[in-house]
C-alpha cells in the first residue's frame, strides 16, 4: 500500500493551524507543526496553510521545497539521517550513505518502496567526535563503522544484500 | 542631484537606480532579468557595474543600486566584459536548447551560429530569469513559482501538476525572452503547464483570443460583463472607437 | 574560578550537550538521580545537567565540586562506584581520571589539563558550569548584573560607546563592529527597531552557538536586552536553526523564566525600556545565516537573500532599522558591560580583541569546544590543546572558515587566528570551526565535499552563484573519478573569479574558496588524479587502490576480521593480501592496521 494512499486526518490538520494567526510569518511554524505531527507535508495541509494566511499556493509550495527540513513524501517508519557535516565526511559517511543504497537500495531523499526505511543526509549533527554518526529515528549512533552499518541495517529489520557489489 | 555614468553627467532622483538612471538618458547596460513593467531583479548579474564613491570602487548591480550619493559609474570594464561573458557562457551551458543563448553566446565569444537541438526538457531552455514567475503574479494568477533552491531550482507549478489557479493566459509564454515555456495550442485548445483549456473564438472576428478560465477571471476582477467582455483586444478598440464616435454624435 | 557550593554539600555536574547525550551521559545523569534517592548518603548531593563542557572527545564528562574532580567517558555502571568512593568516602576513582597519553599521567581536575589550561573563557564561560534551566545558577554567576547597570547607571549612548571602545567585532564570521553596528541602527530615524540573534549556524563541523544556546541560554538573552535598551529597540528574535532542537527547548525555558524575573517584557526592572524575545526556528537552510535572508525566512518567504546596498541597520525586518549579530557576540556582551571595556580590550590582538570560540574537530585528539584569546596561533590550538594528529598520523592540513573559507597547509600553522591574518592568507576564520586534516583526506575530494555542499544550499537566485557551482561541481566529479583535464583547473579559477565578484550575496561570493585555495596549496594533489589517474591520500574510489605491504605486515588479522565485504585473505602470523575485486575502498583495513601496513598505490 503506497504511503500516499494514506488519509490525513483534516481535523488534526486544522487543529494545529489554528494555533497561529493566519499571517504570512508563520507559514514555516505551521509547516514546521504539520512535519512534526505527520512525519511530511501533506498536500492538504499546503492548500490550508495558503488559504488561511491567504497567500497563493504556489509561493507556500516553494516555501516546502526550499526548506530541507520538510518532506513532500512520508518518510520510512525507520529514518536514518546520515551526518555528512565535514568531520564526519572525512571519517567515512559517505561509506555509510554508499552501504545503505548497497542493502537498501536507497540514496539519500528516498522512502523503500515498502515505506519500511528512508534515508537523508544532515549538515552536521554537532556530535563531531563521535563521527562518523549517524541517527535512527532520534537514536544517535555514534562512531559508525563500515561494517557497523551492517548491523545497524540488520539491527532494525533490513535485508542485507550478500550479493554484487 | 547629479551623478556621472561613463564620463556623462546626468541628472537623477534620490532612490533612483543606476539602471533607471542610464536607461531614461540612452545609456545601454545589458540585462536578462529585468523588464520595464517590473523593473530589475538582481539575478542574472549582467547589469553589473563599476561604482566610485570618494575613494571606493566596487561592482554593483545597476537593476537594483539606489543611489543616494553623487558617484562615478563605468558600465564596462575589462573586468565587467569578463563577468558578462561569464555568465552568458554559464547560462548556454545550462541551457543548450535556447536558440536566444546560442545566439548571446556567440555574440560574447564570437564563431558562427549553430544549429539549436529542441529538448523536450524546459530546464534545457529556461535560465531562471523569473520573468515568468512575475508576469503571472502581477497579471496573471500566481500558478507558477520557482521552486527547491540550488542548482536544483526550477519553476513549476505546485506538484508539477495542472494548476488549479491557472487561467491559461500565458503572460509568462509571451514574456519569457528564450521561449522556453511550451504552449501547444489550435483553434479550439490551448494546453500550458500541462493544463488544458478551451480557447474562446470572438463574437466580432472570430477569431480565438483567450480562453474561458481566462475570460471568467478578467470577469471577477474588473467586473466587465457583456459582448465588450466576449471581444478581442482588436474588435474591443474597434468598438470602443464606434462608441465614443457614436457618443460626440449625440453630443452635438 | 567560583566554586558553585559550600563545603557540606556536593555538586555532580553531568554534561548533558548533544554530544554528551550521543554518548549515553542522560543514562549517567538519570542513574545519579535515581541512585542517591535511594542510597543513604552522608553528604547532601544535587545533581545537575550541564551544557557541553566542549571537551567532546572524553565524554560523559562528570565533573564533582567542591572537590574538582573531572571524570571522562563515564558509563551509567560507572555510577554506583562514584557514589561509593568519591560522594560517600571523598575517594577518587583513579581510572576515571583523564591520562595524557604523552606524560602518562592522570590529572585530577579539567583546570590541570591542557586542553582547559591553555583556554580563556568568556562567551563559555558558565557553560559545564550551570543548568541551563535555572535562571538561580545564571544570577549566582553574576548573571544579569550587567543589564541592572546598565539601565540603572548608564545611558543607552554610553552603552553604545562602551561596546565600541572594546573592539568586539562580530563572531558570525563577518567580524563587522558591533558598536558602530549599534551606533548606526540607533541614528536611524524609524521605529518600531528589531533584534535578531543568527543562531542559525550552518557550516558542517561548527557548533559553538549551538552550545552557548543549550548550555547558556541567558547570556544571549541579556546581551540582546542590554542591546534594546540601547538602540530603542521593543522585540527581539532568536532564529535557531531546525536541528537544533535542544537549543530551542531551552531557550525557550529561559525566556519564560526571564518573564517571570521582569528581565523581560514591559517596564524591565523599573525602567522604560519594554521588549520581549521569540523563537523562531529555521527551516533546514544554509544560507539563512546570510542575514538578508534570515529576514526573509523570519518575514514569511524562501530565504533568498537580496542586494545589501543599503544595511539591515537602516532597512532590515518588516523594512526598520534591525540589528542582527551572531550568539556568540551576544554572548560576550554582559561581560564587556560588567567588566568594562578596557578589560576586554586588553586580550587579544591590535585589529581583534577578545577571545574566540572554535570548534575543533577533524583528525585530531582533542576535538571538541576551545575558546582562546585572538592571536592564539594555529599551531597552539591544534597541537597544544588539540593534542596533535590522531593514530599518529601527519598532519595535512585544516579547513578554517567552513564553506566560505579555505585550506591551511603545514606551512602556515604558526599563523595567528583572527579576523585578518587567515584571510590575507586565502582563507578566513569565519564563525570558528576548525577542521583538522591528515594525509588521509583528498583535497580535491574536499573541494568537492564543500562544492558538493554550497551547490545545494545556495538559494539559486543569482547566475554567478547557482551555475557556477554546477560547473564546478561537475568539472570535480570528473576529476574525482579520473575523468579530468589539465584545462579544467584555469577553468575552476576563472568561474571562481566571476562568482567572487559577481554574486549577489556572501555564499556565492565565498563559495569557490575551497577550490581556489585547495588549488592554490595543494595542486600536484589535483594534477595526480589528472595526469596519473591517481588519488594520493586514497580516498576517490575510482583512483586508489589499496595494498598491503608484505614486509611491514604481521598477519595479525586485524584488517580482515573488520572488513565489510570480506576482501582480505591470509593465513595467521602470515601476510595477508587484499582482493582487489572484492574491495570498496572503505579504508577501514588503513584505520585498523596497527603496523601501517596497509598501502595506497
Request: hydrophobic letters at 35%.
Amino acid at each position: 500500500m503506497s504511503a500516499n494512499a494514506k488519509q490525513v486526518d483534516s481535523k488534526k490538520l486544522i487543529q494545529i493551524l489554528n494555533n497561529y494567526p493566519g499571517e504570512k510569518r508563520y507559514i514555516l511554524a505551521m509547516m514546521q507543526d504539520i512535519q512534526g505531527e505527520f512525519k511530511y507535508l501533506p498536500r492538504e495541509g499546503l492548500e490550508i496553510i495558503a488559504s488561511r494566511v491567504d497567500v497563493p499556493l504556489s509561493r507556500v509550495y516553494s516555501m516546502a521545497t526550499f526548506y530541507k527540513a520538510f518532506s513532500l513524501v512520508p518518510k520510512g517508519r525507520i529514518n536514518f539521517k546520515v551526518c555528512d557535516g565535514t568531520a564526519c565526511h572525512i571519517k567515512g559517511s559517505n561509506v555509510l550513505i554508499d552501504q545503505i543504497y548497497k542493502h537498501l537500495g536507497i540514496k539519500p531523499g528516498e522512502t523503500t518502496a515498502d515505506g519500511e526505511f528512508s534515508i537523508e543526509t544532515v549538515n552536521c549533527l554537532g556530535a563531531c567526535a563521535l563521527a562518523p554518526a549517524l541517527v535512527a529515528n532520534d537514536k544517535v549512533h555514534p562512531k559508525v563503522t563500515s561494517s557497523g552499518i551492517i548491523e545497524i541495517i540488520k539491527s532494525y529489520g533490513g535485508q542485507i544484500n550478500a550479493t554484487g557489489n | 542631484m547629479k551623478i556621472s555614468i561613463d564620463h556623462q553627467e546626468i541628472e537623477v532622483n534620490p532612490g533612483e537606480t543606476i539602471l533607471e538612471a542610464a536607461k531614461k538618458n540612452g545609456i545601454h547596460i545589458p540585462t536578462l532579468c529585468y523588464h520595464e513593467a517590473y523593473g530589475g531583479q538582481g539575478m542574472c548579474r549582467m547589469c553589473m557595474v563599476e561604482v566610485k564613491t570618494g575613494h571606493t570602487t566596487r561592482m554593483v548591480a545597476s537593476c537594483t543600486y539606489p543611489i543616494y550619493e553623487e558617484i562615478k559609474v563605468k558600465t564596462s570594464t575589462p573586468a565587467i566584459e569578463k563577468i558578462r561573458k561569464n555568465i552568458v557562457a554559464l547560462l548556454y551551458r545550462s541551457s543548450p536548447s535556447s536558440e536566444f543563448m546560442e545566439k548571446l553566446y556567440r555574440q560574447y565569444h564570437g564563431g558562427e551560429s549553430g544549429e539549436v537541438q529542441y529538448s523536450f526538457d524546459f530546464k534545457d531552455r529556461c535560465i531562471l530569469c523569473r520573468l515568468c514567475v512575475k508576469a503571472c503574479e502581477e497579471i496573471g494568477t500566481s500558478a507558477i513559482s520557482a521552486i527547491y533552491r540550488g542548482t536544483d531550482k526550477r519553476i513549476s507549478t505546485p506538484f508539477d501538476e495542472a494548476s488549479a489557479t491557472c487561467i491559461g493566459c500565458a503572460a509568462c509564454a509571451q514574456i519569457c525572452p528564450t521561449g522556453a515555456i511550451d504552449i501547444f495550442q489550435s483553434d479550439t485548445e490551448r494546453i500550458i503547464w500541462n493544463k488544458t483549456f478551451t480557447r474562446v473564438k470572438c463574437e466580432r472576428c472570430g477569431e480565438p483570443f483567450a480562453t474561458r478560465e481566462q475570460l471568467e477571471y478578467i470577469a471577477a476582477r474588473t467586473g466587465i460583463k457583456g459582448y465588450e467582455a466576449r471581444l478581442c483586444e482588436d474588435c474591443r478598440k474597434k468598438s470602443m472607437v464606434v462608441k465614443i464616435i457614436e457618443a460626440s454624435g449625440n453630443g452635438s | 574560578m567560583q566554586q558553585a557550593i559550600n563545603d557540606t554539600k556536593r555538586m555532580i555536574l553531568v554534561c548533558c550537550g548533544t554530544g554528551c547525550l550521543a554518548n549515553g551521559s542522560m543514562e549517567v545523569y538519570q542513574a545519579l538521580q535515581q541512585q542517591l534517592s535511594n542510597t543513604q548518603v552522608q553528604v547532601e548531593t544535587y545533581t545537575k545537567a550541564t551544557g557541553c563542557n566542549g571537551w567532546c572527545e572524553k565524554g560523559p564528562l562528570v565533573k564533582i565540586m567542591p572537590d574538582d574532580i573531572t571524570y571522562c567517558q563515564v558509563k551509567a555502571k560507572d555510577v554506583p562506584e562514584i557514589i561509593d568512593k568519591t560522594i560517600q568516602s571523598g575517594e577518587i576513582v583513579n581510572r576515571l581520571l583523564y591520562r595524557d597519553p604523552k606524560t602518562k599521567q592522570r590529572y585530577k581536575s579539567h583546570h590541570d589539563i591542557d586542553f582547559y589550561k591553555k583556554q580563556h573563557k568568556i562567551a563559555l564561560r558558565n557553560i559545564g558550569e550551570i543548568d541551563p534551566a535555572s535562571i538561580e545558577d545564571y544570577i549566582s554567576r553574576d548573571g544579569y548584573q550587567a543589564l541592572t547597570q546598565a539601565l540603572k547607571e548608564m545611558a543607552p549612548a554610553g552603552v553604545i560607546d562602551e561596546i565600541i571602545k572594546s573592539g568586539l567585532r562580530g563572531r558570525g564570521g563577518g567580524g563587522f563592529p558591533t558598536g558602530l553596528k549599534w551606533k548606526a541602527c540607533a541614528a536611524v530615524d524609524s521605529s518600531p527597531r528589531y533584534i535578531i540573534c543568527n543562531g542559525d549556524e550552518g557550516d558542517p563541523g561548527a557548533f559553538m552557538d549551538r552550545s552557548i544556546m543549550e548550555g547558556d541560554p541567558h547570556t544571549v538573552i541579556e546581551g540582546m536586552i542590554i542591546c534594546a535598551y540601547a538602540i530603542g529597540a521593543s522585540a527581539g528574535f532568536i532564529y535557531v536553526r531546525d536541528e537544533y532542537s535542544l537549543a530551542v527547548k531551552n531557550l525557550a525555558i529561559a525566556i519564560n523564566n526571564a518573564r517571570s524575573r521582569g528581565y523581560l517584557g514591559k517596564d524591565i526592572l523599573g525602567s522604560t525600556l519594554s521588549f520581549d524575545i521569540d523563537i523562531v526556528r529555521g527551516g533546514g537552510a544554509f544560507v539563512c545565516g546570510e542575514e538578508t535572508a534570515l529576514i526573509a525566512s523570519i518575514e514569511g518567504n524562501v530565504g533568498e537573500p537580496r542586494d545589501k546596498y543599503v544595511f539591515p541597520t537602516e532597512k532590515g525586518l518588516w523594512g526598520q532599522p534591525t540589528i542582527i549579530n551572531n550568539v556568540e557576540t551576544w554572548a560576550n556582551i554582559p561581560v564587556i558591560i560588567k567588566e568594562g571595556a578596557q578589560e576586554f580590550a586588553a586580550i587579544g590582538t591590535e585589529g581583534s580583541k577578545g577571545t574566540k570560540v572554535f570548534s575543533l574537530v577533524g583528525k585530531v585528539i582533542n576535538t571538541g569546544l576551545v575558546e582562546v584569546p585572538m592571536g592564539t596561533t594555529l599551531r597552539e590550538i591544534i597541537y597544544d590543546i588539540g593534542g596533535g594528529i590522531q593514530g599518529g598520523r601527519s598532519f595535512k592540513a585544516v579547513q578554517t572558515g567552513g564553506p566560505s573559507g579555505g585550506c591551511i597547509p603545514e606551512t602556515m600553522l604558526d599563523l595567528q587566528v583572527d579576523f585578518d591574518t587567515l584571510t590575507s592568507a586565502g582563507s578566513m576564520m569565519g564563525s570558528g570551526g576548525l577542521i583538522v586534516m591528515d594525509d588521509r583526506t583528498c583535497m580535491v575530494e574536499i573541494a568537492r565535499y564543500y562544492v558538493n555542499f554550497l551547490a545545494g544550499e545556495s538559494c539559486g537566485k543569482c547566475t554567478p552563484c547557482r551555475e557556477g557551482l554546477k560547473a564546478l561541481h561537475e568539472t570535480l566529479e570528473a576529476i574525482c573519478q579520473g575523468k579530468g583535464k589539465v584545462e579544467d583547473l584555469a577553468f575552476m579559477e576563472d568561474i571562481g573569479e566571476t562568482m567572487q565578484t559577481a554574486s549577489l550575496c556572501a555564499l556565492g561570493r565565498t563559495a569557490p574558496n575551497p577550490v581556489l585555495s585547495t588549488l592554490h596549496y595543494f595542486r600536484d594533489e589535483y594534477l595526480a588524479h589528472i595526469k596519473e589517474a591517481r588519488c594520493p591520500a586514497g580516498v576517490c574510489r575510482d583512483l586508489t587502490e589499496f595494498y598491503i605491504d608484505a614486509e611491514l605486515c604481521t598477519g595479525c588479522g586485524l584488517c580482515s576480521k573488520n572488513c565489510p565485504v570480506n576482501g582480505i585473505s591470509g593465513e595467521k602470523k602470515e601476510p595477508h593480501v587484499i582482493d582487489q575485486d572484492k574491495c570498496i575502498r572503505c579504508g577501514e583495513c588503513v584505520n585498523q592496521c596497527k603496523f601501517n601496513a596497509v598501502k595506497v598505490r
